[in-house]
């Protein structure tokens, strides 16, 4: 039996997200399908993590026992073979039998694109959040500094998940200015259940001057969700990068 | 009577190119037909030039006459509202009465994303061209050194179209590394049917080892087709500027 792990890029325009359930197509069922067609195998894909409809992944990761005899550097180009062109199988390595793609992720890379122009983009509609609205950066960035460390982010998590602790810690984020673009990456030891976007909302709002400095601190203190700002929508978040023990 | 200038953005990817046509659904059809919800008027839309079926633009630039009274400002959101989310006007303008999109245009820049990765891109796929084969940029910079000029460019026309001289000046080009993505840009006077797709797919076959700068210099003197590279598939161009004395 051999343990194959795998970096996953997905336009997640036409998904219902990674995990697979009964109504809509997900990522993870297009995968098993695949695997499928091409070893023969029921195999489980175990993901990192969830990603929301609509979001998008860079840099996924999941793994899949196989006893397939295909060599490694096979297995992107002839699961691809089986894949819509939405889904793409970047790489395959073979990993110890206990390693699993979610309980060994030791951290996370986010990134969000707030596409900011006056019309609405065409050719980013798939791939932004449309906010014409003013913005101060470096209003966004003192606020983006409130949230970097070690705390308990209850106040920017979306109900629905059940988690044993709410407390995250966040290295570092960046917003950085591309033409009509703002990207903002956040990455993090990992996010609660809709984390990034809250915060993506938040630090806009701060921006904009909507939402004060104090309302952030504030929400951070109380675990406090109406004091932090609204859920940026999924079309903008990509997930980049899934950090583990053996990749460092 | 008005003349109304627009710049516009597209995705090009469910289009069959720019100029309305008996078959297909084009975007110079569809903002027509957005006009007329809006005005009530059938107006011509004069385009500064054709794009084929697939391929995007930052950067078009169209005009029509109108009896509106809308005011200016208010023309991009208000055609926006009766486009689909794949088309934008991104400006409008009130130009002399004799000002023609296509006839008034000085120069144009064409960019080209070229994804240069092993396994094919999921979030590129619809606005590059996926060339996973090795480059070598500086060959790729010097044979785009004996295209900048004046030349007559027979040799990297596609036939179809009928012109009077086939004379062009390219200004600039320039390729970029960017990530997995290498964009080219072209600057010139005018570009014939295909030239643009044309002399990507002539750089890179010089950059892969493919093609030779003696091919690519016959290419310009002898106007031979055949001796400059395959055309680049349509999904990676992108219009992204028309140059007008006015604009200046």
Redesign the interface.
């Known amino acids: 039996m051999r343990n194959i792990m795998i970096d996953i ?3 997640g325009t036409n998904y219902n997200g990674w995990q697979m359930q009964i109504n809509g197509i997900t990522i993870q069922q297009k995968i098993m399908e695949a695997v499928k067609k091409l070893t023969g195998e029921d195999v489980t894909i175990n993901g990192s993590g969830r990603t929301d409809a609509k979001v ?1 992944a ?1 840099g996924q990761v999941a793994n899949f026992y196989s006893t397939s005899k295909i060599p490694i550097k096979r297995f ?2 002839a699961i ?1 073979h089986f894949l819509p ?7 395959a390595r073979e990993v110890p039998i206990d390693f699993h793609a979610r309980y060994w992720a030791q951290g996370k890379i986010y990134s969000y694109q707030v596409n900011h ?7 980013l ?1 798939n ?1 932004s959040y449309h906010f014409p609205y003013q913005l101060e950066l470096d209003k966004m960035e003192k606020a983006a500094g409130l949230l970097i460390g070690t705390h308990d982010f209850k106040g920017f998590m979306s109900s629905g998940s059940s988690v044993k602790s709410t407390v995250r810690s966040i290295y570092a984020i960046k917003i950085e200015k591309n033409k009509n673009s703002i990207w903002m990456t956040f990455e993090g030891s990992g996010f609660l259940y809709n984390m990034v976007r809250i915060m993506v909302g938040t630090l806009l709002e701060v921006g904009n001057g909507r939402r004060s400095m104090e309302a952030v601190q504030e929400a951070l203190k109380l675990g406090n969700r109406e004091k932090a700002g609204h859920k940026a929508p999924p079309q903008g978040l990509f997930l980049d990068k899934v950090f583990y023990p053996l990749t460092h």
Do not use: F, G, M
């Open positions: 890029e997905y336009d998008h860079r992107p180009i691809n062109d939405d889904i793409t199988i970047l790489e122009q006056t019309q609405r983009s065409a050719l509609r791939y």
